[in-house]
Structures are given as C-alpha cells and as structure tokens.
C-alpha cells in the first residue's frame, strides 16, 4: 500500500519497490495543493510505493536558517534517492527552485536509466518555452495538463508493479 511521506519527515516504508517524488510549485504554500491530488491518485492504485511531498502541512515562510537547510537537504536526498519524480509548472508560478531541480533531474536521468522523470509544463508558464526545449533535449516528454502527466505516471507506477521491469529504489 502506497505511504505518503510529508517533509521533513524519514522513511515511513523502506520496504518499497519504488518512490515517487512530487517536485514542482508549491509557491510557500500558496499554490494549488496538486500534491496531494497526485497522491491521492497514486494510493487508488493499491501499489507498494512511498511519495514524497516536500510540502509541509504548516509551512512558516520565516523559518530560521537551519530548518531551511533541513527542507531543502530532505528534498535533495528524495529527488536523488526516488526512481520516479513528477515536476509539475503550474502557469501562476515563478518556480524558480523548480527550475533549478528539474535541471539537477534531467543530469541524473542520463546517468541512472531506471529514474524516470515526467514533467507537467502549462503552456501559461513564464518559462514554458525554456522548460520544453531542454526536456526534448534530453528526451523527456513534457505534459501541458496534470491530468495528462499524472495518467503517465500512473501508468507506469502500475507497469513497473507488474512486470520485474528492473526499477529499484536508490534509498
């Protein structure tokens, strides 16, 4: 059965097969909550698999230095750790932290084959063009609705639970 793991929180799960981390606009809190959109779309599914929400239930925009350190560390080791990231641009959003992990995922997915990337870009995102053209560089589809792109993720959650596709956990 599917966990979902909110920031800064540890494993809760270190039994399952895959991860799926949620990256993507959060905007301090102020975004639409499509994380937990997707993982609720990810528990229907019924599959072993743990999703990590880098957003916190309680986010203080004031929070000193060291528990910053700790969000943004808690998020690095998810993104390098989970075999699976959905990053999603949402078009009312700078996403500037977003920008910076989508390029830090696209360099490992050329040097992990089993990390699979799938990117929602808005076509009203300021960056679209940007997004998109350094996505197909590394061949990696980007998605224009969540809808979309949360369909191919779950298709490939539930093919990655039926077939021994040799997807493993980085945890």
């Known amino acids: 059965m599917a966990s979902t793991i909110l920031a800064p929180n540890r494993f809760l799960n270190e039994t399952a097969p895959n991860s799926v981390f949620l990256a993507g606009t959060i905007d301090n809190g102020n975004s639409d909550d499509w994380q937990m959109r997707a993982a609720n779309g990810i528990h229907t599914l019924g599959l072993n698999v743990d999703v990590y929400n880098p957003r916190r239930d309680e986010w203080n925009p004031t929070l000193g230095l060291e528990e910053v350190v700790v969000q943004i560390q808690w998020e690095l ?95």
């Open 77 to 171: 080791d998810r993104l390098t750790n989970s075999n699976f990231v959905l990053m999603y641009f949402a078009d009312d959003s700078v996403s500037p932290i977003s920008l910076l992990e989508l390029g830090m995922i696209l360099e490992q997915t050329t040097k992990k084959p089993n990390k699979r990337l799938f990117v929602v870009c808005s076509n009203k995102f300021w960056r679209h063009t940007n997004v998109v053209v350094t996505c197909h560089r590394y061949g990696i589809r980007v998605h224009s609705t969540l809808d979309s792109g949360l369909n191919e993720l779950y298709a490939a959650l539930q093919d990655a639970n039926q077939h021994d596709t040799g997807v493993t956990n980085d945890r």
